[in-house]
C-alpha cells in the first residue's frame, strides 16, 4: 500500500516559484525574486515549492550530493526573502507522480496557482518527463503564466550548486560567497563536547550537531558570524575538523564567540563563516594548539572588524 503523499496547500491564489533550490543561490533568487514580484504586482501570495531533502537522496543515494542547505536552513533563507515556503518531502511516491497530475493536482487545486516561475533546466514528475514548455500548455488550459529563466552567470559561468559545493570543498570560501548572496548558515544544537577547549585550551566554544546531510566545507578554521537564538549577530572563530591534536575519531564543529559568556545547551545556534583562516593540522601538544588558537582568535578579530 502506498503512503499518502504529503502535499502543501494554501487559502489563497498564489504565484509559486518552483525547483530544488538547494543553496538559494543567485540563480535560484532570480527565479524566486521574479514571483515575489508577480505576486506583489497581482496582489497573490509569494511562495516557494520545494523540498525538504534532495531528490536524489531516494532516487540515487550513491549520487546525493551533502545539502548546501537543510530543510530549516532553506526556509529561513526563503522567509527573509519575503517568500512562504512550501517543502515537500521528496518520496517514492512523489517521484512516481506524472507531471500532468502534478499540475492538476497540486499547482492548481492545492496552490490556487496564477504564476509560475522556474529555471531553464527545471522538470518534474514521473521520469522528469515534466519541464517549462509542459507548463506552459497546461497554464493556458488552467489560467496560469509561467516564466523561464535563463542562467545566471557569475564570472561567464552559470550559477550553481554544483560549482558552489565544490568551491565550498576545496576552500575556496570566498569564491561561493558571492555566488550565496554572502549567506551560507551551518545550522545546529549545542551539545555537550569533550571540555577540551575550555580545560585545556582556555577558549570555551560551543559544539554543534550536525545535520548528516549537511555539505561541510574543507576542515580547518574559518572567522565567522553566529545567529544567537534571539536573532542577534555575534562574532566568532569556528573550528571544523578531527581535532588532530587529540586523535578525534569524528568530525567536530566548535565555535568560539568572541567576548560573550552564557550557557548555549540545547538552543540552536546558526553558524555562517566568512573568512577562511587557515587549514586544520596536527600539533605537538595542547600548549602549541593554544597559542596557534589565540592567534587564530586575533586574525579573525580583525577580519570581522568593520572596515
Given at each position: 500500500m502506498n503512503a499518502p503523499l504529503d502535499l502543501p496547500h494554501l487559502s489563497t491564489p498564489s504565484a509559486i516559484a518552483?525547483?530544488?533550490?538547494?543553496?538559494?543561490?543567485?540563480?535560484?533568487?532570480?527565479?524566486?525574486?521574479?514571483?515575489?514580484?508577480?505576486a506583489t504586482a497581482h496582489n497573490l501570495q509569494a511562495a516557494v515549492l520545494s523540498?525538504?531533502?534532495?531528490?536524489?537522496?531516494?532516487?540515487?543515494?550513491?549520487k546525493a550530493p551533502g545539502l548546501l542547505t537543510t530543510a530549516a536552513e532553506k526556509s529561513q533563507l526563503l522567509e527573509a526573502m519575503g517568500a512562504t515556503p512550501l517543502l515537500m518531502p521528496f518520496t517514492r511516491e512523489l517521484s512516481h507522480m506524472s507531471p500532468e497530475n502534478f499540475i492538476t493536482e497540486v499547482l492548481v487545486k492545492r496552490l490556487q496557482v496564477k504564476h509560475v516561475s522556474v529555471g531553464y533546466n527545471f522538470n518534474f514528475g514521473h521520469q522528469a518527463r515534466g519541464n517549462g514548455a509542459l507548463l506552459q500548455e497546461f497554464g493556458q488550459r488552467h489560467g496560469f503564466s509561467v516564466s523561464i529563466h535563463p542562467p545566471f552567470l557569475y564570472q561567464?559561468?552559470?550559477?550553481?550548486?554544483?560549482?558552489?559545493?565544490?568551491l565550498l570543498q576545496q576552500g575556496h570560501l570566498a569564491e561561493a560567497l558571492p555566488m550565496l548572496d554572502q549567506h551560507w548558515p551551518i545550522q545546529g544544537e549545542v551539545i555537550r563536547?569533550?571540555?577540551?577547549?575550555?580545560?585545556?585550551?582556555?577558549?570555551?566554544t560551543a559544539n554543534l550537531q550536525l545535520d548528516?546531510?549537511?555539505?561541510?566545507?574543507t576542515f580547518g578554521v574559518y572567522a565567522c558570524e553566529v545567529t544567537l537564538p534571539e536573532g542577534r549577530v555575534h562574532p566568532g572563530i569556528l573550528n571544523l575538523g578531527m581535532r588532530p591534536t587529540f586523535s578525534?575519531?569524528?568530525?567536530?564543529?566548535?565555535?568560539?564567540?568572541?567576548?560573550?559568556?552564557?550557557?548555549l545547551y540545547g538552543q540552536t545556534l546558526s553558524v555562517e563563516p566568512r573568512h577562511f583562516i587557515r587549514p586544520e593540522q596536527r600539533f605537538p601538544g595542547p600548549e602549541a594548539l593554544r597559542a596557534q588558537i589565540h592567534q587564530d582568535i586575533e586574525v579573525a578579530r580583525q577580519l570581522l572588524s568593520p572596515a
Amino acid at each position: 500500500m502506498n503512503a499518502p503523499l504529503d502535499l502543501p496547500h494554501l487559502s489563497t491564489p498564489s504565484a509559486i516559484a518552483i525547483g530544488t533550490f538547494d543553496g538559494v543561490h543567485l540563480g535560484h533568487r532570480s527565479v524566486i525574486q521574479e514571483a515575489i514580484a508577480f505576486a506583489t504586482a497581482h496582489n497573490l501570495q509569494a511562495a516557494v515549492l520545494s523540498f525538504a531533502n534532495h531528490p536524489l537522496s531516494i532516487l540515487a543515494p550513491d549520487k546525493a550530493p551533502g545539502l548546501l542547505t537543510t530543510a530549516a536552513e532553506k526556509s529561513q533563507l526563503l522567509e527573509a526573502m519575503g517568500a512562504t515556503p512550501l517543502l515537500m518531502p521528496f518520496t517514492r511516491e512523489l517521484s512516481h507522480m506524472s507531471p500532468e497530475n502534478f499540475i492538476t493536482e497540486v499547482l492548481v487545486k492545492r496552490l490556487q496557482v496564477k504564476h509560475v516561475s522556474v529555471g531553464y533546466n527545471f522538470n518534474f514528475g514521473h521520469q522528469a518527463r515534466g519541464n517549462g514548455a509542459l507548463l506552459q500548455e497546461f497554464g493556458q488550459r488552467h489560467g496560469f503564466s509561467v516564466s523561464i529563466h535563463p542562467p545566471f552567470l557569475y564570472q561567464d559561468s552559470p550559477v550553481t550548486s554544483t560549482r558552489i559545493r565544490q568551491l565550498l570543498q576545496q576552500g575556496h570560501l570566498a569564491e561561493a560567497l558571492p555566488m550565496l548572496d554572502q549567506h551560507w548558515p551551518i545550522q545546529g544544537e549545542v551539545i555537550r563536547g569533550q571540555g577540551i577547549a575550555t580545560t585545556l585550551l582556555g577558549v570555551p566554544t560551543a559544539n554543534l550537531q550536525l545535520d548528516p546531510a549537511k555539505l561541510l566545507p574543507t576542515f580547518g578554521v574559518y572567522a565567522c558570524e553566529v545567529t544567537l537564538p534571539e536573532g542577534r549577530v555575534h562574532p566568532g572563530i569556528l573550528n571544523l575538523g578531527m581535532r588532530p591534536t587529540f586523535s578525534g575519531l569524528s568530525t567536530s564543529l566548535e565555535v568560539y564567540l568572541f567576548d560573550l559568556q552564557r550557557d548555549l545547551y540545547g538552543q540552536t545556534l546558526s553558524v555562517e563563516p566568512r573568512h577562511f583562516i587557515r587549514p586544520e593540522q596536527r600539533f605537538p601538544g595542547p600548549e602549541a594548539l593554544r597559542a596557534q588558537i589565540h592567534q587564530d582568535i586575533e586574525v579573525a578579530r580583525q577580519l570581522l572588524s568593520p572596515a
